[in-house]
């Protein structure tokens, strides 16, 4: 079992701040993405990296996936309370389309 | 496109009670997958389909639940008898066999 773990669990910050959540595991992963999750709705795909030291922007949102593909950070530059929600990273291994969802960063951004 | 469908949106039903819920995938996705979210153990995959057949059904927790997918376009996840730790949200997504997951909104259940 591929076991992702997320930090922080959970983080308040005021809205303009900055701030970076981490994903990370022992194990090596074909691809990594990131979902974003409001109350009463699914998981929404923000974006999927590929390679070791991919690093993709999504407007204030950058994403990164380690060298070795076993962990990946999310950077919000100038948080908005609209940022507010569930982060979750899910990694899946070659052959293998299951995902495993990593352990959740909940995000308040504070007006 | 609808994106994924699921119902009920909530469910609410008496320990021992069968419970079904349903999902209608996206038009044209090969991959259907079930999820149980909780605050304790948060997102964990139950079962998954490929092109209809089950492919991995390890995460289903005991015999209790069952999962069938008659055809391309629905797919039913039964909990039969129903307990109240089964209470939770159950997500089903689906996948162009990408592993780009597109989610329902779920379905709240709780057993009382």
């Known amino acids: 079992t591929q076991l992702l773990e997320q930090s922080p669990q959970f983080l308040s910050i005021q809205e303009g701040e900055n701030l970076t959540v981490y994903c990370n595991s022992s194990s090596v992963f074909s691809s990594l993405q990131w979902y974003r999750q409001e109350p009463g709705e699914g998981p929404v795909l923000l974006v999927t990296v590929v390679t070791g030291g991919e690093v993709k922007k999504l407007k204030r949102l950058t994403f990164q996936f380690g060298d070795a593909r076993k962990d990946s950070s999310l950077h919000i530059t100038a948080a908005q309370p609209g940022d507010t929600g569930l982060y979750l990273c899910?990694?899946?291994?070659?052959?293998?389309?299951?995902?495993?969802f990593g352990t959740g960063t909940r995000l308040t951004i504070i007006p | 496109d609808a994106g994924v469908i699921q119902s009920p949106r909530h469910e609410v039903t008496e320990m021992g009670q069968e419970v079904t819920l349903r999902c209608k995938p996206i038009s044209g996705h090969n991959s259907l997958f079930w999820y149980r979210q909780t605050m304790m153990r948060g997102l964990e995959l139950l079962i998954y389909f490929n092109n209809n057949v089950p492919i991995d059904d390890s995460g289903m927790p005991e015999d209790r639940f069952s999962a069938k997918m008659p055809n391309a376009s629905f797919s039913t996840l039964k909990i039969q008898p129903s307990e109240p730790r089964d209470s939770a949200v159950y997500f089903c997504a689906s996948t162009l066999g990408d592993s780009r997951a597109f989610f329902g909104q779920g379905t709240r259940l709780t057993v009382v």
């Open positions: 899910a990694g899946d291994v070659v052959g293998n389309e299951k995902l495993t």
